[in-house]
């Protein structure tokens, strides 16, 4: 089985984690860090909102069953990439909208639909301010963040 790799931001990585994971063709979806400073962040680092790093989903898939613009669609579909540093009630450069990029292919497709959902007026036709940046290191959050859905049956804001 052939395996890639995917990392979006789209607020609290606890609903973006546990939608990911209900699509199929993803192998494993865990939640982290990306994009900050700090050598070795961890969540309270992250919440001080001073360390640059955004909460995210590395999302394990098999091309071969879903493809990366079928992740893309459901990424642009459980947040509002038109808030800047915001999603529901959470505030902070940690909530970002963001995609991290893998490869050029990556960097390509999320370029496109990011102008494929400004073009439509998708969102009121407010400008989509989701950051499309190469994927620094991973850090994965703490146990405790991972599969947080299942464990506690609560979830954060997503609109999925």
């Not at 995210?56 to 098999?62: E, K, L, M, S």
């Not at 459980?78 to 940690?94: A, I, K, V």
């Not at 050029?104 to 036709?125: C, I, M, N």
Request: charged share 20%; aromatic share 10%.
């Amino acid at each position: 089985m052939n395996e890639e790799l995917a990392t979006f931001g789209a607020g609290c990585f606890w609903g973006v984690e546990a939608a990911f994971r209900q699509l199929p063709g993803v192998i494993d979806a865990t939640a982290g860090y990306m994009g900050g400073s700090t050598l070795q962040p961890t969540y309270r680092d992250v919440c001080t909102d001073r360390t640059g790093h955004a909460e995210v989903v590395q999302v394990r898939y098999d091309p071969a069953r879903v493809s990366y613009d079928a992740l893309l669609d459901l990424f642009w579909r459980m947040h509002d990439p038109t808030t800047l540093n915001r999603q529901g009630p959470d505030t902070g450069t940690q909530y970002r909208s963001v995609i991290f990029y893998h490869t050029p292919e990556q960097q390509a497709q999320a370029s496109a639909s990011k102008a494929r959902l400004e073009t439509t007026g998708a969102h009121g036709g407010r400008p989509v301010v989701t950051q499309i940046e190469a994927a620094p290191q991973f850090h994965p959050a703490e146990d405790y963040h991972q599969r947080y859905f299942e464990k506690n049956g609560v979830s954060c804001h997503i609109t999925v």
